[in-house]
Every structure is written in structure tokens, then in C-alpha cells.
């Protein structure tokens, strides 16, 4: 009977409660800064509280014994202590360390898959380049308005910091694109190939660019695939310069999708109704076809496939400047010049998880670029000159470049952030020139291997670095090279952050140097930049200071063959300094998005047929940009505008530093200089469901106040003026102003989409 | 005799000590919930989610209190002024929903805050993220909807942010009403499973359909 009622009590007495014991104490960080919300939890109970702004925290419990305090809160790491409830409880003071947070740790790189500069580097997306006016929906169009750039409209390429368009490579999903724009006529640039809407990020990177890429002197322009599409959807465009449409189809289950598209430009319309300063025999036509898979494997990794093909085609006529009398100031002939180009161009890429710590991105790709040209002199009646001085200008070449690349990137992640890249890459090409008209054939190969590490460190949540080494090899140089690339980035405030680059960059000089010899070494140049970069929600403000050291750039002789490339050397050296600002406002205009930039660059070079160091011709001292958006998100309709400055760039006088002379003063070459351009273009769009479809209208005028705007002048070696100068004219764009009228559709083809939508 | 005896008060307090950790989980969610209607500020939300945290952490195979916590943070992403501290919030909020959806998988409520913690994330970025979020979120929707055709919350989240998306985009309060309508219908017959178990939602409802209507 005692033994039940001692066992019914000890049974009771568990549902006795005991008396309260109060815990209280102060939660801070290592500085002794209060921590306020975090959680105070009494180990497996539900006893517990939250720390106040001071930090302060108290609860009462009526647990016994040897229990655990844990303490949690964001941004910090977790920490336990042991308390004895049977004994008087004293003021427990707890400090957290802090834990490097993904969040809130500054970012010298960003993202998992990219490894390149995202922070230095200036992202923008498909929408902002579609949107910018003067763009022209071209990526290459919306990147010159950023700083760095330069606004020579009339040569291929983009012009960054000091460097020919040759400086700076475009790379989609890791791989070098060989032909990044469509083939350029002569004095008339040319526009990107690819469509801006494939991608789902642009990261331009002015200098210091990741060792994950090479081959380039000046900048990368990093292209990353849009991944897997949402829904499937038809769309459809008609222009005022050529007519598309395309579907895309994604499965339920969103593991594979593809998508084809076709594009059909052509300029003549347009240029029946827009007069050109160019004749065209032949409107600039192309034909495009694009074709996209994306195939989900296992649980995080994704096959993509990019095809694109492209036949162009144009025939232009110019007046002949060699043919110029200034007398009675007509042109006696005009340049014929015909161009076919074939462009072809695959990417497979692959992404995906070995471990959960180990990443690979692994990328091939195939392309082929056929550039079918010929020049010939034609009397302006279109009959072939028969003149015998102007037999030369007869000129018929097919060149052809193909590529084939392989690369793989492997990533280790160590924590939540540090990682180890590395990698390897393999660029077989082969580039073919038939010179028919002399019936020469030159040919180059080049077997090009690279392989690299870089490592992301972050030391604290203030202080992040990036390291990394890459090394080269070319069989048709038959050396090598080793370039190290540091950054470093070290956080000021909640908003604000500084950051320094150092980095070698190497690139081959330009084939025509290496048709005719082989035995030159890489270019190089040495970047060390400085950058601070300011941001909130509503703005942005970044500011960066440059020195590029170009060395063994190429060299060879201004002489009367007229800078033939041989007998090159890599005696060419330059540099190039700069200031840039970018600041960009979401604010302070209502409903509006505008950013100015800024570039000064000092820079000078001697290098191919240079005859001094000096300011080459393709670039201006002083560029600045304003580009304005606003939208009105009631009535779906936007309007953009971008001003456009750019001082004078030199140009060469041959009246000054005459090709035929052996002897020419040195300090006349490139020292006269165009007058400085401006440019302002608008556009509006226009957004609008109708029925299923999804609707942009599109109205863009580039240059309406028909600025006048020259980039340069050519001289004529046959053609003098009455002074017995020889003569030269301005090189113009082809047309003052340009009209872009368009309508970009998309509908929904997914049943379920339609299921759903009828159901509500 | 004696050992049956003592086998009984042993089992019996076994039973017991179960009912009563039942009933100290239904009397601290009880207490917690009415404290959480009362929430004004973000520091309250944040002493509100921390004790629900402890119950969760206490009670590992219990998905409500983690549901709470997932609902409190998300909501805390949508009033935020801070659009790059979104990511991070939802971030917070999506870990708790998980783990509930781990203990719950099937669960129309759970599935719900999947959801909202979606379409919170399209706030960072609008023009950029609308459609792919929007998708996601949408389809999360409408299988919390077939799971529990009683349950009003996917049709008032669902309205809520058809209220905030521009027409041009299919949204806009003409294609909200009929949403809320229905989910005021649903409210008024809506039978929770529980006293703790999720319903919320009619004050907002009334209040949207006062925007809408007039």
C-alpha cells in the first residue's frame, strides 16, 4: 500500500509545478553592439524570449536542472550556453560572432556559374538594352552608352579604353564567339549578330577580367543563355527592316524545351523611302535561323544547344574619292562592293552538380564565318571601269575562319562562399584567305590551349578577394604565357565599397600580321584599376580610375605599299589612363530611370604604322552619355532618350604625313583632329494585350535634329584638289537620321496555360 | 497483482504525460496565435516568430508552428521597403516552409505560403522576374486548390496579387473580384481542422473587396 501511494505521488508530483526561475542576460556582437530580435530558447522547450533593442532578454521557466540556452539570429552564428537551473542564475552576457552571409557579404564576383565581374563590371538586362534609344536593339548599341566605351560608329567592334575593336571578345556561355558581329562594310560598322532577348544577363567588363577568359586586351563582353524557358509561346515580329517569327515550346514538367525562330532583314524597302548617302546595288539582306534546345539532367543539371545561321548579302556603291576633279567637282567613277557572307554557329553547353559541393560547366562550340567579297571600279552608268589606273581596285577575296572550342570550368565550394575554379580550354581554328584576283591563297592554324585557376576568398563579410593565374599556349606562335589576376574588394559601409584590380592580358596580333609571319609573340597589356562603387535601392554611383600598359604590341612600316603587314614585329608599345563615372537615379525623377556616364582617357600608342606615340585614331579624350527612360506603367507606355557626346578623334592628313614620302615629320601624324560629335536619339514603346497576344510597338529615331556627325576623313592618293592637295571628305554613317518602326508579338501556346485561364 | 498495478500507474502516465505535452502544445500555440492577431510592428512579428520557432524546434514533428513562422517572415518580405533585403527574407521564410512541407507534404495551407513566399520575390525585381515567379507561384495556386477545394487562402493570396499586377499583364481589380467573391464564400463555410490550424484571412478579404467595389 505505501509502495502505490509512493508511486501515485511521484505519478502526481509530475504534474506539480515547480517554482519559476528567471533567466535573463544581454546578447551583443564581438564589438559589445547590441543585438536585438534574436531568439533565446531554453533547449527543447518552449520557454524562452527575444532580445530587445538593447539587447536584453528575460523569461521565466520551470524547468530543471542542466539545460541549454540557444541562441539564434540572422547574420550571425548560433551559440549555446549552458545553464544550471538548480543554482542561482546569473546575468548571462552572450556575444555572437558574426557569419559570413551570403547576403550581406560583398561580392567580388556574384552568382555560381558566371565567374566573372559582376560588381566591376556593369550588368545590364535584355530589357534595358532593348529599351535604350540608339540602340537599336543591339547589344553592342546599348553598351556604348556605359563608360569606357567609345562611339565609333563607323568601325566593327566595340572600343574600350584605349583599345581597337580587335581588344575586346564576346563570350557566350564561357566560349570565345569568333564573329561577334556581322560582317562590317567598310566606314559603315556594324551591328551585333546575336538577339538580345537569348540572354539572361550582359556583364561588360571595361578591364580586369576574370581568368576564366582570354585573347582579349581590353574587355570581355560575357554573355550568359537564358536557362529554361517558362512557357511555351509563339512570337512574331514585322519591322520596318525585316519580318520573324518563332515558337517555343517547354513540356509540363519543364525538363526539356526548344524553341526555332527565322528573321528575314532587308533594308531595301527602308532605303526606297529613306535616302542613303551610299547608292545600293543591292539593300543589305539577311536570312537567320535560330534554334534552341534545353534539356534538364538529373536533379540540378541543364544540357543547352544554341544554332544560329545567317546568310547576308549587299552590294554597295560609293563614289570613288581617287576619282574626284575638283574642277568641276564630280566623281568620275564609284566603288562597287560586294559582300556574301555565310555565318554558321553552335554552342553546346552543359551545367551541373558532381557533389553537392562541386559544380562543372563544361561548353563546345562550332562556327563558321564565309566572307565572299568583291571590289571593282564601275563608271557611273554601272559599266566596269576600264581605266588601267584603277585596274587595282579589282579585287576578289573569300576568306573563311573555322573555329572549334572546348572548355571546362570545375567549382569547388568551400562554406558558403569561398570557391576554387578551374579549368581548361582548347581553340583549334583555322582561317583561309584566297586572294582570287592574284591567286594567292594564305592560310593560318593555330591549336590554342589555356588552362586556369582563380579562387574566390572571403576573409570577413567586409573583405573579399579574387585570385586567379591563367596560362597559354599557341602552336602557330609556338610560345606561351603565364597571366596572374588579382582583385580585391573591401566593403566601406552598408552601401559603399572600394576595390582594386591587377591582372596581364595577352591576345595574338590580328591574322593579317600573322599570314605572312608567324614568328611574333603574344600582345599584352598590364591593367591596374581602382574603383568605388556606391549603392541602394534607388541608386547607383560608381567610379574608377584605370592604367593600361600595352607591350610587344605590332609594329610595322608606314611605307608607300601602304602599311603592308610584313615584316611585322611586336616592337609596339602604348598605354592608356582614365577616369570614369557612372551614376545612375531611379528616384530622384518621378517615374523616371536615367543614368549619365562619363569617360577622360589619356592615351597614346606606337604601334602597326604608327610613326610616333601618339592619341590613335579611334579614340576621343573626353565621351559622356545621358540616357533617360520613363515609363508609364497606367498606360504601358515608355519613352526613352539618349544624348550622346564624344570630342574630336585624329585622323590622318596625308597632306601632312604623305604615304609616298620616306620622310614625313613624325610630328604630324595623327595631329589633326574631327570635329567633336553629337548624337541624340529617341524611342517610344508601347505595351498592349490583345485578346491572347501580347503586344510592343516600337518607334526609334536616331540623330531626328539631323546633327551633323563625321568620324573621320579618307584621302585620296590619286585625286588632288586645285592646291595640289590631295583630296579627302569626311567619313559620314550612311544616312543622318534612322526611322525604326516595329511590332514584337508573343501568345501563349500551352494548353494548360489556356486551362487554367479559363477556369478562374 | 503489485507488478499489474504498477504497470497500470506506469502506463497511465505515460498516456497522461502524452495528453499533457498535447496539451501544453495546444495551450502555447493557443497563446501564440492570439498574440499574433494582436502583432503591430516588425519587432512584434519577430518575438511572435521566435516563440513559434522554439515550439518548432521543441516539436519536430509538428508543421504548424513552422507554417507560422513561414507565414510571419513572408508577410514581413511583403511589407519590406528594402527590395535587395527580399531575397534574404524569402530565403528565411522558404527554409521554414520547407521543412513543414517535409512533415506535411500534400498540405493546401503549406502550399499556399509556397506560394506567397514566390510571388514575394517578384517584388526585388518586377519587370525582370514578374513572368518566371509569377508561373511558379501561380501553379503552387492552383494545386493548393484542387488539395482542399474548402480552402479560401489560395484564392485570397491569388486575388491579391492579381489586384497589384497591372492590367496590361492580366491583372488588375476587375480580374480580382471574382476571386475574392470567392474566397468570401468560402470563408463563410470554411471549417478549420483545428483551433490552431490556419485561419486567416477574412479581414483582408473585406477590406480588398472594398477597394474593388468602390
Known sequence: MKQLFLTLFTFLSAFITHAQVKIEGKITDVKRKAIKGANVALGNTYDGSTSDSTGYFSFTTSEKGIQYLQISTEGYKNNTVRVNLDSAISFINVSLKSKVNEIQAIRVSAGAFEASDEKKGTVLKSLDIVTTAGSNGDLNGALKTLPGTQQNNDKEGLFVRGGTGYETQTYIDGTLVRNAFLSGVPDLGARGRFNPFLFKGTTFSAGGYSALYGQALSSAIILETEDMPEKSQGFANFSSVGIGAGILKVNKAKTHSYSVSFNHTNLAPYFALMKQNVSYKKAPMYNQID??????????????????????????????????????????????????????????????????????????????????????????????????????????????????T????????????????FGAEQISYVDKNNLKTYNVNYKIADQYSAIFTEGDVYITNDIAGKVGVRAEYSSLLNRWNIAPRVSVAYKLSRRGQLSAAYGDFYQKPENRFLYA????????????????????????????????????????????????????????????????????????????????????????????????????????????????????????????????????????????TNPYNSTNDANLFLSDY?????????????????????????????????????????????????????????????????????WFMSWGVDKTDDAINNNL | MKTIKIAIVFLLSAVAMQAQDNARFLKAMTANLAEWKNVKTPDDAVKITNAFERIANAEPKEWLPLYYCALNTVTGAFQTRDAKAIDAIVDKAEEYINKADAISPNNSEILTVKAMCMGARIMADPMTRGQKYGMQSG?????????????????????????????????????????????????????????????????????LLKQCRG
Request: charge should be positive.
Open chain 1, 406 to 421: 572546348a572548355k571546362v570550368v570545375l567549382q569547388r565550394n568551400f562554406g558558403s562562399l569561398n570557391n576554387l575554379r
Open chain 1, 517 to 656: 609571319n608567324a614568328n611574333l609573340n603574344f600582345m599584352k597589356a598590364t591593367h591596374y584599376i581602382v574603383n568605388y562603387l556606391y549603392q541602394t535601392k534607388d541608386y547607383l554611383l560608381r567610379l574608377e580610375a584605370y592604367d593600361k600598359e600595352y607591350k610587344n604590341l605590332t609594329k610595322n612600316s608606314f611605307s608607300n605599299s601602304l602599311y603592308s603587314p610584313q615584316n611585322a614585329t611586336n616592337d609596339g608599345y602604348g598605354y592608356a589612363r582614365g577616369i570614369e563615372l557612372f551614376w545612375r537615379d531611379k528616384k530622384t525623377l518621378p517615374g523616371m530611370d536615367y543614368w549619365i556616364s562619363y569617360s577622360y582617357i589619356d592615351t597614346k600608342r606606337n604601334f602597326n604604322s604608327y610613326l610616333r606615340s601618339t592619341q590613335p585614331d579611334f579614340v576621343a579624350s573626353h565621351v559622356a552619355s545621358m540616357v533617360v527612360k520613363k515609363f508609364w506603367v497606367k498606360k504601358m507606355f515608355g519613352v526613352n532618350g539618349t544624348y550622346t557626346f564624344s570630342s574630336g578623334r585624329p585622323y590622318l592628313n596625308y597632306n601632312k
Open chain 1, 291 to 404: 534554334i534552341s534546345a534545353r534539356q534538364k539532367v538529373g536533379k540540378k543539371g541543364l544540357l543547352k544547344l544554341y544554332t544560329y545561321g545567317n546568310l547576308g548579302r549587299l552590294n554597295i556603291n560609293r563614289k570613288d574619292i581617287d576619282s574626284y576633279i575638283d574642277s568641276t567637282k564630280t566623281y568620275l567613277y564609284k566603288n562597287e562592293f560586294k559582300l556574301n557572307n555565310d555565318n554558321f554557329y553552335a554552342n553546346i553547353s552543359y551545367k551541373d552538380y558532381i557533389t553537392s559541393k562541386l559544380k562543372i560547366n563544361a561548353g563546345v562550340c562550332y562556327s563558321t564565318n564565309t566572307d565572299d567579297i568583291f571590289m571593282q571600279s564601275l563608271t557611273q552608268d554601272d559599266q566596269v571601269n576600264t581605266d588601267s589606273l584603277y585596274k587595282y581596285k579589282t579585287n576578289a577575296i573569300v576568306s573563311n575562319n573555322q573555329l572549334i
Open chain 1, 674 to 742: 574631327t570635329k567633336a560629335y553629337h548624337n541624340f536619339s529617341v524611342s517610344c514603346n508601347y505595351l498592349k494585350s490583345i485578346k491572347k497576344t501580347f503586344n510592343v510597338f516600337v518607334v526609334s529615331l536616331n540623330n531626328p535634329l539631323y546633327l551633323y556627325q563625321e568620324y573621320g576623313y579618307n584621302y585620296s592618293l590619286m585625286s588632288k584638289n586645285q592646291d595640289g592637295s590631295f583630296h579627302s571628305e569626311p567619313v559620314l554613317p550612311a544616312a543622318r537620321t534612322f526611322v525604326f518602326v516595329g
Open chain 2, 139 to 207: 501553379m503552387l495556386l492552383e494545386t493548393a486548390k484542387k488539395l482542399d477545394p474548402t480552402n479560401p487562402r489560395p484564392y485570397l493570396y491569388e486575388a491579391q496579387s492579381k489586384y497589384y499586377t497591372p492590367e496590361a499583364f492580366g491583372g488588375g481589380k476587375k480580374v480580382a473580384l471574382p476571386l475574392l467573391e470567392k474566397a468570401e464564400e468560402l470563408f463563410k463555410n470554411f471549417k478549420p481542422q483545428s483551433e490552431i490550424s490556419p485561419n486567416w484571412g477574412v479581414d483582408q478579404v473585406t477590406d
